[in-house]
């Protein structure tokens, strides 16, 4: 029988309730007891090859995977979530260094304090394609020529006998595990998603009303929507996408519960700003990959007490933190603390110091862009900027333009050139008239908005006027 939402909402005493709501944590908040279970999440760290000797590629290498892992270690933590696409070429040899690199942070499984960690993994698409996929996934047809051979190095070819033999563990389908008394369910690449609804359904009762997670590789079917609809304390952790969880929309909510984007470790390429935020695309987009922006490889702390979940999202290249921690209180809300409205209140307006200046630089006539330096917003630092609206200001014309914070991807303390960020704007857009005001508002992933800074530009001079 499966649990209903009184019987789980009755679970969650720990909050007072007024009017019938119970209500969240206020902005702020921090956790005086210890958690009761402590997570460590990465996805997509898509180690790979190279195409000439089959070694992993040093540009790929592990030495991401063990800081994670070993950050992971020090916060003594209980199980460490992987949502899947470990091996970028899907190579037997890809994914034993992944085991290579756990054995070096937990030998023979366990922490220093000497519990067991357990190993939460779902497979990817590219464990089960990656040998297959055109361009680089073609190197291993070429590495290997002899069908017999290929076979030997690719996962695929007996994924339940080499995850095994690498994992000392089962491949299955679908899985159940118990962590310190919480439930976590996972599915593998290519699996039906009514086999995950159905091991949840037949497992998950009304006995203890605590959270429960479903783990998967992408991002969850309508079909799996509905049917995890009767359980209103599901938690679900999804990868896949590689977009930065720098960006507060990348924890929401579908299908009435709530589900986390778990981002690349290895970042693919790109710093994880190239979706489509729709409050950005009102403007014209600028910086997608901000001078001098490094590539974040993120992940996740999560830690659960009695009465909620604190996930403190993390970058593992040059270190430190993305932001403030997504709470969210286990019971009735009204809202829901993930729903837009009220992660905007928590997380408020980005701001500049008290000071700062915005700067306008022509370093000549015949040049065809301004330079706009925009300080790093980081007056309130409860309040982290991710992009910056841009606005020019002329004879009854307006430019409207924005730009990524530069090293908003990065951990906090880490934004590149001391978080200054450089926008050139070309002097054919700009508007007519021979004094023009520009003026650099900071903004947060979900738009709030803090006070502009303003500089005054004169045409055919070298000289910008800048006050706050």
């Known amino acids: ?79 460490v979530i992987h949502c899947g696409d470990f091996a970028h070429l899907g190579q037997v040899e890809e994914m034993q260094a992944h085991a290579d690199a756990w054995n070096k942070a937990f030998p023979n499984n366990r922490a220093p304090a000497g519990h067991e960690v357990v190993k939460l993994f779902v497979s990817g698409n590219h464990e089960l394609n990656g040998s297959t996929y055109g361009g680089k996934g073609m190197f291993v047809r070429r590495l290997y020529p002899d069908p017999e051979e290929r076979a030997r190095h690719v996962l695929s070819s007996d994924m339940a006998g080499n995850w095994e033999r690498i994992w000392g563990e089962k491949y299955e389908p679908v899985w159940h595990k118990v962590v310190r008394g919480f439930h976590f369910f996972g599915m593998q690449w290519g699996v039906d998603d009514a086999a995950m609804a159905d091991l949840v359904d037949g497992t998950i009762g009304c006995e203890p ?42 924890v929401f909510l579908a299908g009435g519960m709530p589900w986390f984007q778990v981002p690349s470790l290895h970042a693919h390429g790109y710093p994880g700003l190239r979706e489509e935020d729709p409050w950005l695309t009102k403007l014209k987009i600028e910086g997608m990959e901000t001078a001098g922006s490094v590539l974040a490889r993120q992940g996740m702390v999560v830690r659960i007490y009695d009465d909620m979940m604190v996930v403190e999202r993390r970058e593992f290249g040059e270190g430190g933190s993305l932001g403030a921690d997504w709470v969210m209180p286990f019971g009735k809300y ?10 905007k209140k928590k997380i408020g307006e980005p701001q500049f110091r008290a000071g700062a200046k915005l700067f306008v630089e022509d370093i000549s006539a015949a040049a065809p862009h301004l330079s706009v330096k925009i300080p790093l917003a980081d007056g309130n630092p409860d309040s982290r900027v991710y992009a910056y609206e841009v606005v020019v200001v002329g004879e009854g014309q307006k430019l409207h333009k924005v730009v990524y914070a530069a090293g908003c991807n990065m951990g906090v303390g880490h934004e590149p050139n001391g978080g200054i960020t450089d926008m050139p704007i070309p002097k054919s857009e700009l508007p007519s008239g021979d004094a023009l005001t520009i003026a650099a508002r900071p903004l947060t992933s979900l738009g709030t908005r803090g006070k502009p800074l303003v500089a005054k530009w004169h045409r055919n001079t070298l000289k910008a006027l800048n006050r706050c």
């Not at 997670?213 to 999804?238: E, K």
């Not at 009204?334 to 992660?343: A, C, G, M, R, T």
């Open 1 to 79: 029988m499966n649990c209903s939402r009184r019987d789980f909402f009755s679970g969650a005493s720990a909050f007072a309730l007024c009017a019938g709501r119970l209500f969240a944590v206020p902005p702020g908040w921090k956790p005086s007891k210890k958690p009761i279970l402590v997570l460590g999440v990465i996805s997509d760290t898509h180690m790979r090859t190279m195409p000439t000797s089959g070694r992993i590629d040093w540009e790929w290498s592990d030495r991401y995977l063990v800081k994670a892992l070993t950050h992971f270690r020090d916060e003594n933590v209980d199980a």
């Open 209 to 250: 009303p605590r959270p429960f997670f479903v783990l998967r590789h992408a991002y969850p079917p309508s079909t799996l929507l509905a049917r995890m609809r009767r359980h209103p304390n599901a938690v679900g952790l999804f990868g896949h996408l590689h977009y930065s969880i720098a960006n507060w929309r990348k």
């Open 334 to 343: 009204d809202p829901h603390p993930f729903s837009l409205e009220e992660q």
